[in-house]
C-alpha cells in the first residue's frame, strides 16, 4: 500500500464510537498523525447494534462528567464536522417506586445541578402530562433530566472519524493489528497483515476483543483485562398510529423512560418503541474462556431468547398500554462487554510503558465522548481534567480472575439500574483474598467488605444482630451496624481496641540514591531513619496524585505504605519512572497489619513486647523486637486519633498475636468505625478527601508542602505560583445538622443560593457526638462561623465551618500521650 503509514504518534485498535473519538480528541489537542485500526468496517462490533441512548444521569461524579460531555460534544458535533446527524436530545423520565429510589434521585439531580445540568423530579401528574400514554398511579416521584436522550451509533461514529480524518489523523478499514512487540525505548511496533507502523504510544479500544487484545501485552508486563461478555436484547415494536399522530402535533418525540424499578429503558423509535431490559435472569456469553470468541464478530447477532425478557416487557407494556396494542417487528441480541462494575477501564494500562486502555464500554455511545476526551488528556497531558479513578484500569489487581469476571459481570446486569447504599455490600466474587485471622474475624462475628480482594471486617455483630444483606439496602445511618459502630468506638475511646488492616499496599524502593529519587517526586519532607511521616505526591499541575506513609531506612533504602486500592497505582507512580539502578518491588502480601489503639493500648502491649521500647514518642518505629513471641515491627500511628501502634508482622505470626491481645481483653473494630474516628479527626482518605480533583494547597494540606526543597518536585512551579496568588478552593470541616442520613460523596454545599463546594466524606463522630462532613469550598468562605446548607438526598441541612483543626481531641493530646 503506498500510502500505508509506517510510522505514527499513537496507534488506536479498534473502530467503534470510543476508538473514533479517541482519534478524534488526539487531533483537537493538535496530534493528527495518529492512527486507528478496524478489522472490519467503523462501527462493526458493539456500536453498530447498540440502542443509542445517551443519558447524563449517574451516581458516579466521574460518569456523569463523561456523560454530561458527550451530550454537548454530540449536540455540537454535527455542524462542526458538516456531517448529518439524528440526535434527539428528548429529555427521559425516571421513575420511582419507592422513598429510597426517590433519595437516589434526588441525590443525582444535586449532582446533576452542580455540573450544570437541569434535572428536577416531578410529581406523577406532571410525568403524566408531559407523557399523556404513561400509567403513573403506582408512582413516588420521577426524575426528569432535559439533556437525555438518543443518537444514531453509526453517524456519531463517522461524524468523529470524518472530523478526525480532516485535521490529517488516519483511519484504515479492513486492517486488523495482528500483535505488537515493544521496543529497548518503550516505543511499539503494531503488526497488521498490511505492514508493521512503529509508534510512541498504544491504545487497546477493540470492545469486546479487548481482552484478547491485551493478552499482546502481556510479555511487557501486561495482564489479562478483567471484563466478560454479556448477551443484551432489546426490542423493537411495530409502528403505532397514535404515536405518529402525537409526533405530528407536537412535532417532536415523546421523552424517554427508565423504570429503573423494573429494570428497562422504553423510548419512541420512529412511531414505535424500544424495549431494552436488563434481565436479572441474564446470560453471559463466551463465558468458559476468552478464546470462544470468533475470529471476527463483525456486525454479528445471536438468535433472539425473548423467553429471557418477557416479563419485563410485558411489564413495560403495562406501564405503557399502547405498546401493547403493536406487534413485535424484531429483537437485537448483541454482545456487550462488561468490567466487572460496569464501569469502563480508561487509563494506562496496568504494568505497561506507553500503552492504554479505552475499553470494557457498557454504555459505549453515551460515554464516549468524553471517554476520547480523557484519553487523549491522559496521552497527551499526561493527566485528566476531572478526577477519572472509577474508570482506571489500575482499580483493579490480581484477584480479577475469569470465574470473578463472569459472577460480577452477571450480577452487574443483573442489577444495572440498582441503588448503591453506603453500607451494602455485593455478594457476589467475594472471598478472594483472606488474611490468616479470617476464620478468629468469623468467629468474632465480622461482616466483611472487599477491599481491593482482601476480605476486611467492617464491623462486628452480636448475637441477635440482623446481618441480612437486606438489612444493608437503606441511605440511612440507623442500620443494624450503628449500634456496633458506638460500642467499638466506646472501646476504642476508653479502652483498647484492634483492627486487621489487611491489604496494606507496601512498596520498597532500592537502589543507589533510592531517597533521593522519592524526594524528587514528593512535595514533603520525608523522615528520618526511626520515624515515619506522611508523604504527597502531586502531578504536574500540583494535584493530589496519592499520599502515603513513609520510612527511610537509608539513602538507598525507602518503604511506602498506602491504601489497598492504590497497590497498582501507587506502585507504577515509582516504577514508570524509576532510573536505571533503581528497584521497584511490591511487599503486599507479605505482611500483615493490626492497629491496636485506645488509652489502655501501652498497658495492654507492655507485657507481651520485647525489644521495642513503647515510650518512644508519636511518629516513631521500632523495626526489631517480638508482640507475644513473634517477630514483629511497631509503628507509633493511629488513624483512629487515639493512642496506638501499628503491628506490622508476617502473615504467619499474626493469629499467635491476635489470640494474645484477645486474651488481654482487646475488643476487635471494624473498618466503619475507624471511619467515624478518622473524620473526627480531619484524616483525608484517599480518592475521596485526596484526589487530583484538588491541588495539595487546595486539600489543606500546606503543612506536608515543603516549597523551600531544593528538590524540583512535579507541580512545584504551580504549588508556588498559587501559594503566591491564592487558591480557588479549600478543604473545610462542617459541622452538619444531623438527619436520617450521612451526606454522600459530592452533595453540594450550598451557600445562600449558591452551590460554592461538595462534600469529599462525611460520618456521625460518635466522640464528638456530632455530624461531620470534609469538604471543599470556596476560598473566600473558609473561616470559621461561616454558614452553609448541605444538600443530604435532596433535604439541605444547615452546616457551620470549623476551626482548621481536629474536631476531637485538637491537641492531639491523646494520640500523644
Not at 414505535?272 to 474462556?289: D, H, V
Not at 486502555?357 to 484519553?375: L, P, R, S
Not at 517477630?631 to 504467619?652: K, N, Q, T, Y
Not at 478552593?729 to 445562600?752: N, R, S
Request: glycine share 10%; aromatic share 10%; net charge negative.
Amino acid at each position: 500500500m503506498a500510502d500505508f503509514p509506517t510510522q505514527a504518534r499513537v496507534v488506536i485498535i479498534g473502530g467503534g464510537v470510543v476508538g473514533t473519538s479517541t482519534l478524534y480528541h488526539l487531533a483537537k489537542k493538535g496530534w493528527t498523525d495518529c492512527v486507528l485500526l478496524e478489522k472490519n468496517e467503523l462501527t462493526a462490533g458493539s456500536t453498530w447494534h447498540a440502542a443509542g441512548n445517551v443519558p447524563t444521569f449517574s451516581t458516579s461524579w466521574a460518569i456523569m462528567n463523561m456523560q454530561r460531555y458527550s451530550t454537548e460534544l454530540y449536540a455540537r458535533l454535527g455542524d462542526e464536522v458538516d456531517y448529518p446527524m439524528n440526535y434527539h436530545q428528548t429529555g427521559s423520565l425516571r421513575l420511582a417506586h419507592s422513598q429510597e429510589r426517590v433519595q437516589e434521585f434526588e441525590r443525582a439531580c444535586a449532582m446533576g445541578r452542580y455540573q450544570g445540568i437541569d434535572m428536577k423530579m416531578m410529581t406523577p401528574d406532571e410525568a403524566k402530562e408531559m407523557y399523556p400514554f404513561l400509567e403513573t398511579h403506582d408512582l413516588a416521584g420521577v426524575l426528569y433530566d432535559p439533556s437525555d436522550g438518543d443518537i444514531d451509533p453509526a453517524q456519531v461514529t463517522q461524524a468523529l472519524a470524518k472530523g478526525a480524518r480532516e485535521m490529517g489523523a488516519k483511519i484504515l478499514r479492513f486492517c486488523p493489528a495482528t500483535g505488537v512487540t515493544q521496543q529497548d525505548d518503550d516505543s511499539w511496533i503494531v503488526h497488521t497483515d498490511k505492514g508493521d507502523i512503529a509508534c510512541d504510544y498504544v491504545v487497546n479500544a477493540a470492545g469486546y476483543y479487548a481482552q484478547r487484545v491485551g493478552e499482546w501485552f502481556k510479555p511487557y508486563g501486561g495482564r489479562t483485562v478483567p471484563m466478560m461478555v454479556m448477551s443484551h436484547q432489546y426490542v423493537l415494536t411495530d409502528e403505532i398510529p397514535e404515536i405518529e399522530a402525537w409526533s405530528k402535533e407536537t412535532g417532536g418525540k415523546l421523552p424517554l423512560i427508565r423504570d429503573v424499578d423494573v429494570s428497562y429503558y422504553f423510548r419512541q423509535e420512529k412511531h414505535g418503541f424500544n424495549i431494552g431490559p436488563y434481565e436479572p435472569n441474564c446470560k453471559a456469553e463466551w463465558e468458559e474462556s476468552g478464546d470462544a470468541i470468533p475470529e471476527d464478530f463483525s456486525f454479528q447477532l445471536w438468535s433472539d431468547d425473548l423467553e429471557r425478557i418477557e416479563d419485563i416487557v410485558a411489564d413495560s407494556m403495562e406501564r405503557v398500554p399502547l405498546a401493547a396494542s403493536a406487534g413485535i417487528s424484531r429483537i437485537i441480541n448483541g454482545p456487550i462487554p462488561y468490567a466487572p462494575d460496569g464501569l469502563p477501564l480508561i487509563g494506562p494500562m496496568p504494568g505497561v510503558k506507553n500503552a492504554f486502555e479505552n475499553c470494557v464500554f457498557t454504555f459505549g455511545i453515551a460515554q464516549g465522548g468524553g471517554a476520547g476526551k480523557v484519553m487523549a488528556e491522559w496521552i497527551v497531558d499526561g493527566g485528566t481534567e476531572w478526577d477519572m479513578w472509577a474508570i482506571d484500569p489500575r482499580r483493579y489487581t490480581d484477584y480479577t480472575d475469569h470465574a470473578y469476571c463472569v459472577a460480577k459481570g452477571k450480577e452487574t446486569y443483573g442489577h444495572e439500574y440498582a441503588m448503591h447504599f453506603p453500607h451494602h455490600e455485593w455478594p457476589e466474587g467475594r472471598d478472594k483474598k483472606h488474611s490468616t485471622l479470617h476464620s478468629r474475624l468469623v468467629d468474632a462475628g465480622a461482616q466483611f467488605g472487599a477491599y481491593n480482594g482482601w476480605e476486611r471486617a467492617n464491623w462486628f455483630a452480636q448475637e441477635g444482630e440482623d446481618t441480612s444483606e437486606a438489612a444493608t439496602q437503606t441511605w440511612d445511618r440507623n442500620g443494624p451496624w450503628e449500634a456496633a459502630i458506638k460500642r467499638e468506638v466506646e472501646a476504642v475511646t476508653n479502652g483498647c481496641g484492634m483492627l486487621p488492616i489487611t491489604g496494606f499496599s507496601r512498596v520498597k524502593i532500592e537502589g543507589p540514591g533510592a531517597k533521593d529519587f522519592v524526594d524528587s517526586l514528593t512535595a514533603s519532607r520525608l523522615p528520618a531513619p526511626g520515624r515515619v511521616s506522611l508523604a504527597y505526591f502531586p502531578d504536574s499541575r500540583g494535584r493530589i496524585l496519592t499520599e502515603t506513609s513513609v520510612m527511610v531506612h537509608g539513602d538507598d533504602e525507602v518503604g511506602l505504605i498506602t491504601a489497598a486500592t492504590a497497590q497498582w497505582h501507587d506502585r507504577e507512580i515509582f516504577s514508570r519512572q524509576a532510573p536505571e539502578g533503581i528497584t521497584v518491588t511490591d511487599h503486599t502480601d507479605e505482611v500483615e497489619c493490626l492497629l491496636v489503639t485506645g488509652p489502655k493500648s501501652r498497658d495492654i502491649l507492655a507485657p507481651l513486647v520485647d525489644g521495642h521500647d513503647l515510650s518512644q514518642p508519636w511518629l516513631s518505629v521500632s523495626l526489631n523486637g517480638t508482640v507475644a513471641g513473634q517477630e514483629a515491627a511497631l509503628i507509633r500511628v493511629s488513624f483512629a486519633g487515639e493512642l496506638g501502634w501499628e503491628i506490622h508482622a508476617a502473615p504467619d505470626a499474626m493469629p499467635a498475636i491476635w489470640d494474645a491481645l484477645t486474651d488481654a481483653g482487646v475488643t476487635p473494630f471494624g473498618m466503619y468505625a475507624l471511619n467515624s474516628m478518622r473524620i473526627e479527626k480531619g484524616y483525608r482518605a484517599w480518592k475521596g478527601d485526596l484526589s487530583t480533583d484538588y491541588t495539595l494547597l487546595e486539600g489543606g494540606l500546606d503543612r506536608f508542602v515543603k516549597l523551600d526543597k531544593p528538590q524540583d518536585f512535579p507541580g512545584k512551579a504551580t504549588l508556588q505560583a498559587e501559594a503566591q496568588q491564592g487558591r480557588k478552593k479549600g478543604f473545610v470541616t462542617l459541622e452538619i445538622e444531623p438527619g436520617e442520613q450521612d451526606a454522600p460523596y459530592m452533595a453540594p454545599i450550598w451557600h445562600g443560593d449558591e452551590i460554592v463546594g461538595e462534600v469529599t466524606s462525611c460520618a456521625m463522630g460518635y466522640r464528638t457526638g456530632k455530624c461531620i462532613a470534609l469538604g471543599m469550598v470556596r476560598a473566600d468562605l473558609l473561616a470559621p462561623g461561616t454558614r452553609f446548607e448541605v444538600d443530604v438526598y435532596g433535604k439541605r441541612h444547615a452546616a457551620t465551618a470549623q476551626p482548621d483543626q481536629p474536631m476531637w481531641d485538637p491537641k492531639n493530646e491523646r494520640i500523644r500521650a
